[in-house]
């Protein structure tokens, strides 16, 4: 940095040659500060109180001397707040704290944008690329399979048809060009029916062969085959297939009845989603600062809150039932639900849910064999296969979830918001930089990390309107001057803030709202910062 490094008990302390030079300046001014407070860091450890940091355990003194050595800075923005305002007089406070914040919001971007860089510079394949590779080749052999199967099907089909006729006794109807390739039996009985097939007058019933000679018993490819035995096990299975997919059909009706338009599935899903987050206790706002126990709880969180909005009967020997039969219930945040071993042949109710596309998906599928991967993970538990996700009969797909308010901000706005060190400051931040959009309760009570935050709203509501700027709520008054300027209707527990200015002739035909006899349109960045009066609550 070119500039002497503050000392520490006589000694230099550690050098910061190895950080981004945002960060270096910022340690080098947390440094000084300390060097210059009394006791030096020692004294700094002992002074820092919970109410210096939001009512957060201070951080030990060797947890203060990795910070300050730059480790996890970026991480604690309340802890470089807080030694500002405790080592610094009142006058240099506030400046040195602007100095803090930008060199904060610059660090975080370079790091994000080396972040974004660095997969780029690697050399030798990517772990994505062999991934797509073996995906591709997986994709290549299930198609095989699937033709294959595809075959099987069709000559089982034929050989039905002509089994069927045989039986009959009625040998002209199947026709020739419809004749198996291959038609179970010895080379004697097929040749002998291929013969009546072909003769008109073949009326009579079939006459039983005599049995086959003993060596022709021995082998397999020489057995008779029993087309009777056969005929009514194909029958059998054709009806037992049938039943299922009435009752996968029945199952799927009944659940689309409960909910018609899935508002009561989407509000379930944010609900679970959000409770486990738990934005008010820890200022959590995304499923990757989720552990990974927590992400495994998730599917739990998700399953009972959906049971309860849509009212599911708890099931005798599985999870619950449905229109009289019982049915699983499986969680995935994209469309790899895993079937357990137990669950092969059963129906599933399956549902996805991505929280960064604000997307979800619900539908039924019976888990037969030919549904599944063939790979399992060590709990024996299997994926469904392309052909398995074809077969589900989805409820709805890919609709819109609820939206995360906070994890759709703008980078640099969460950070700015997210930067201040009291709930109130980040609150008036956030109703003052995401302006023209619903902020959801839980955003509010995540960023101010209380539960309570009808108060901050209050409180920001006075203060922002000296800078012009209002937060419409959900009350009827409110949504219609919202309705009037163009903004998202707010719904129950949202805001929405925007920056208003008295309508002059430069705003030409923009649409407006009277206010205290005034008429007033959504500011423009030209437009000066004025006093806006108080909304009206009715």
């Not at 097939?197 to 020489?222: H, I, K, L, N, W």
């Amino acid at each position: 940095m070119g500039t002497a490094q503050p000392r520490r008990k006589g000694r230099r302390w550690a050098p910061v040659d190895h950080l981004d030079p945002e960060l270096a300046a910022l340690v080098d001014l947390l440094r000084g500060l300390t060097s210059q407070a009394e006791g030096g860091l020692r004294g700094l450890s002992a002074r820092l109180k919970p109410e210096h940091l939001d009512g957060l355990t201070p951080p030990s003194y060797s947890t203060l001397s990795q910070r300050l050595r730059g480790e996890n800075l970026l991480n604690d923005p309340r802890l470089i707040f807080a030694i500002i305002r405790t080592c610094a007089s009142p006058g240099q406070a506030l400046t040195l704290e602007e100095r803090a914040k930008h060199l904060l919001e610059a660090s975080r971007s370079r790091s994000a944008a080396q972040t974004q860089v660095e997969p780029t510079n690697r050399t030798g394949p990517f772990p994505q690329d062999q991934e797509l590779k073996l995906a591709l080749q997986r994709t290549i052999e299930l198609q095989q399979q699937l033709a294959e199967a595809h075959r099987a099907v069709a000559e089982l089909q034929r050989s039905l048809a002509w089994a069927h006729g045989l039986l009959a006794g009625s040998f002209a109807q199947p026709r020739l060009a419809d004749r198996p390739a291959a038609l179970p039996g010895t080379r004697e009985q097929r040749s002998e029916a291929e013969h009546r097939a072909e003769t008109p007058d073949a009326g009579t019933p079939p006459v039983a062969d005599a049995d086959p000679e003993p060596e022709q018993r021995t082998s397999r490819e020489s057995r008779p085959f029993d087309l009777t035995r056969h005929a009514s096990t194909a029958a059998k299975s054709q009806g037992e297939v049938a039943h299922r997919d009435s009752e996968a059909e029945q199952v799927h009706a009944a659940l689309s009845d409960i909910d018609r338009d899935g508002s009561r599935t989407a509000m379930a899903l944010r609900q679970a989603i959000d409770a486990v987050l738990d934005g008010p206790r820890t200022g959590r706002y995304s499923w990757h600062q989720l552990t990974k126990t927590e992400k495994t709880h998730l599917g739990t969180q998700v399953e009972i809150s959906i049971a309860e909005a849509l009212g599911l009967r708890q099931g005798r020997t599985t999870g619950y039932e449905v229109a009289g039969s019982p049915i699983n219930f499986r969680f995935a945040r994209d469309h790899t639900w895993l079937i357990p071993p137990g669950g092969v042949g059963e129906l599933f109710l399956l549902v996805a849910a991505n929280d960064d596309k604000s997307l979800w998906s619900a539908g039924v599928v019976r888990a037969e064999r030919h549904l599944l991967a063939r790979g399992s993970n060590r709990d024996g538990k299997q994926a469904l296969s392309a052909s398995g996700r074809t077969a589900v009969q989805w409820l709805f797909r890919d609709t819109p979830l609820p939206e995360n308010s906070l994890l759709h901000l703008p980078e640099q706005i969460l950070t700015a918001v997210l930067s201040h060190r009291s709930g109130q400051e980040r609150i008036d931040e956030l109703f003052r930089t995401a302006q023209c959009q619903k902020i959801s309760s839980n955003a509010i009570a995540t960023v101010t990390m209380q539960r309570d935050y009808a108060k901050r709203i209050r409180h920001s509501r006075q203060t922002l309107s000296r800078e012009g700027t209002v937060i419409f709520g959900s009350y009827e008054a409110h949504s219609n001057l919202a309705r009037k300027l163009g903004l998202p209707v707010p719904g129950p527990s949202e805001w929405i803030s925007a920056r208003l200015a008295r309508f002059a002739d430069h705003h030409g035909c923009r649409p407006t709202i009277e206010l205290d006899g005034d008429q007033w349109t959504l500011a423009t960045d030209d437009d000066a910062i004025e006093p806006v009066p108080r909304i009206p609550m009715h």
